[in-house]
Structure formats: structure tokens, C-alpha cells
């Protein structure tokens, strides 16, 4: 499984409101061919954020994603539900986080990867950095790494030159 934070890992971390107050964020397109490559070949998806958004939940569904966990500042409580709902080891999951508050997650998971631009704590505390920012690429980096190292990458490529 792939748990993402989404401020500052699947987005860039900034906060965008119009004079209604109406929230946008920005996602990156090559990180959601990423999320569906893995989905493809059996890897399941999870959403951990501390904000609540109807953004992230349309997001969410565009993708497939059936595990989203929102407006959880306290995230270590929201990953042992998600364990209880999936039934999955901690230590069969990846988990990328870019803050303080994520460091109790990425503390327990089989592999914690954070952002190029996270926190330096949190980067001190991971197991991979990525060369790419949140929200800029990243999380196709880590899903990108997820293919390679279960020998799927260039299944997924073939499969896309094959169309």
C-alpha cells in the first residue's frame, strides 16, 4: 500500500482561496498516471491530511482512491484505522509525508519517503527523499520507485507503447 499526506506531497503545500473564500489546489497529472500504474498491478492507495477538502475527496475519486482520511491532525490515530479497515502490516506500507505531524506514520511504516522541500526533520527521519517537490512530481518518483523495485516498470511502459 501507498499512504500519501496531501498538502505538500501531492500538492505544493500552498493554500489558494478566491475572493469567496473558495479553496483551490493545484495537482500534478503525472503524479495520478503514477497512482493508477500501481492500482493496476494491485497496489492499493490511502490519503492521510490533516485539512478537510472537497477538493481532495473529488480528487480522491477521480483516482480510485477508496481510503481517504481527512481533516486528521492527529495522523498516527488515522493510520491505525487504516490498517484496521484494510487489515494491512505497517510494514507493508510506504507512507510520504512533508511535516512534524507526519513523523509519527512515517516512525512506523516499512518505508517513509518525504518531499525534496519537506521539513528538514522530517527529512532526517525518512528512508528516501525525493529529487522533486510536493505536488511537482513527486509522488510519480515514488510510485515510479514502487514499479521499479517490484519489477513493473517497463510492464507499465510496454503497456502504454502497446495502445
Excluded at 46 to 68: D, K, N, P, W, Y
Excluded at 138 to 153: K, M, W
Aim: net charge negative; charged share 25%; with cysteine.
Amino acid at each position: 500500500m501507498l499512504a500519501l499526506d496531501v498538502d505538500g506531497v501531492l500538492t505544493d503545500g500552498r493554500l489558494y482561496f478566491d475572493s469567496q473564500g473558495n479553496e483551490m489546489k493545484a495537482f500534478h497529472t503525472r503524479d495520478g498516471l503514477g497512482i493508477k500504474s500501481l492500482q493496476r498491478h494491485g497496489i492499493t492507495l490511502a490519503l492521510i491530511t490533516g485539512r478537510s477538502s472537497q477538493i481532495v475527496a473529488r480528487r480522491a475519486e477521480q483516482l480510485g482512491i477508496e481510503h481517504v482520511y481527512q481533516g486528521r491532525n492527529d495522523k498516527l490515530n488515522a493510520f491505525h484505522e487504516l490498517l484496521a479497515d484494510t487489515g494491512m502490516n505497517e510494514q507493508n506500507i510506504c507512507y510520504a509525508g512533508d511535516d512534524w505531524i507526519d513523523i509519527p506514520v512515517l516512525d512506523r511504516v516499512g518505508l517513509a519517503v518525504t518531499v525534496a522541500d519537506a521539513d528538514d526533520v522530517v527529512k532526517n527521519r525518512a528512508h528516501w527523499v525525493t529529487r522533486r517537490e510536493g505536488g511537482h512530481g513527486a509522488v510519480r518518483e515514488i510510485c515510479d520507485l514502487i514499479l521499479a523495485a517490484r519489477g513493473l516498470d517497463q510492464r507499465v511502459l510496454d503497456g502504454i507503447l502497446d495502445q
